[in-house]
Antibody
Framework: EVQLVESGGGLVQPGRSLRLSCTASGFTFGDYAMSWVRQAPGKGLEWVGFIRSKAYGGTTEYAASVKGRFTISRDDSKSIAYLQMNSLKTEDTAVYYC????????WGKGTTVTVSS | DIVMTQTPLSLSVTPGQPASISCKSSQSLLHSDGKTYLYWYLQKPGQSPQLLIYEVSSRFSGVPDRFSGSGSGTDFTLKISRVEAEDVGVYYCMQGIHLPITFGQGTRLEIK
C-alpha cells in the first residue's frame, strides 16, 4: 500500500525551530518529487514547497512566505522527506501535509504544528 | 502569482442531482509540452485532501466516473453527474505549471 506518514509536529514557541518528517512506503521514493502543503485552522490549502527527485537535480522550491526559513530535504535511502522549519511565526500554525509530487496524488494524514508562546 | 478563483464557494445539492464547480486561473495553464496542469482535490470532513482529477480531465485511480473535469487555458469545470452523500467536503482546484503552486479558495459541497 502506498503510504505517507508525517511526524514531528507539536507546540513550539515563536522564533524556535521544528523538523517534520515524512516516511514513505509502498513505492520507489527516489523516483518522485515530494511536496509539503499546509492548512491553517479553518483555512484552505497552501503550498509550502517541494523537492525534486535526484533525477531532476534534487532541487527545491518554496513559497515566498517560508523561503529563507524553511528547508526541504530528502533521504532516499530511508524513504524520508524532511521539512526543517526555523524562525517559526504564529502564522505558521497549521496542519502540515506531506504529499507525493506534484501531482500530489498521495497524501499523508498530516501533523499539527502550533506556534504559540 | 497565479490566482485561482473558484465559484461558487458553497453549494447545497440534493442527492442524485448534478453539481458543477468553476475554477478560473489568472494565467493560462497550458504548458509548452501540450499538457495543462490543472488538478482537482476533495477534502472530506476530517480527512486529508485526495486527488480526483489531474491534467484537467483525467480521473485518478479509483475515482468514480460521476466525476468529470473539463476546460482549457484559464477556465475549468468540475462536474459531478449525480451527487452522493459521500461527496460532501471541500473541493479545491490547483495549478501546477507556475511557481508558486497555488490553490483555489475551496468550494464547500453539502447535501440537502
Amino acid at each position: 500500500e502506498v503510504q505517507l506518514v508525517e511526524s514531528g509536529g507539536g507546540l513550539v514557541q515563536p522564533g524556535r525551530s521544528l523538523r517534520l518528517s515524512c516516511t514513505a512506503s509502498g513505492f520507489t521514493f527516489g523516483d518522485y518529487a515530494m511536496s509539503w502543503v499546509r492548512q491553517a485552522p479553518g483555512k484552505g490549502l497552501e503550498w509550502v514547497g517541494f523537492i525534486r527527485s535526484k533525477a531532476y537535480g534534487g532541487t527545491t522550491e518554496y513559497a515566498a512566505s517560508v523561503k529563507g526559513r524553511f528547508t526541504i530535504s530528502r533521504d532516499d535511502s530511508k524513504s524520508i522527506a524532511y521539512l526543517q522549519m526555523n524562525s517559526l511565526k504564529t502564522e505558521d500554525t497549521a496542519v502540515y501535509y506531506c504529499t507525493r509530487g506534484p501531482p500530489m496524488d498521495v497524501w499523508g494524514k498530516g501533523t499539527t504544528v502550533t506556534v504559540s508562546s | 502569482d497565479i490566482v485561482m478563483t473558484q465559484t461558487p464557494l458553497s453549494l447545497s445539492v440534493t442527492p442524485g442531482q448534478p453539481a458543477s464547480i468553476s475554477c478560473k486561473s489568472s494565467q493560462s495553464l497550458l504548458h509548452s509540452d501540450g499538457k495543462t496542469y490543472l488538478y482537482w482535490y476533495l477534502q472530506k470532513p476530517g480527512q486529508s485532501p485526495q486527488l480526483l482529477i489531474y491534467e484537467v480531465s483525467s480521473r485518478f485511480s479509483g475515482v468514480p466516473d460521476r466525476f468529470s473535469g473539463s476546460g482549457s487555458g484559464t477556465d475549468f469545470t468540475l462536474k459531478i453527474s449525480r451527487v452522493e452523500a459521500e461527496d460532501v467536503g471541500v473541493y479545491y482546484c490547483m495549478q501546477g505549471i507556475h511557481l508558486p503552486i497555488t490553490f483555489g479558495q475551496g468550494t464547500r459541497l453539502e447535501i440537502k
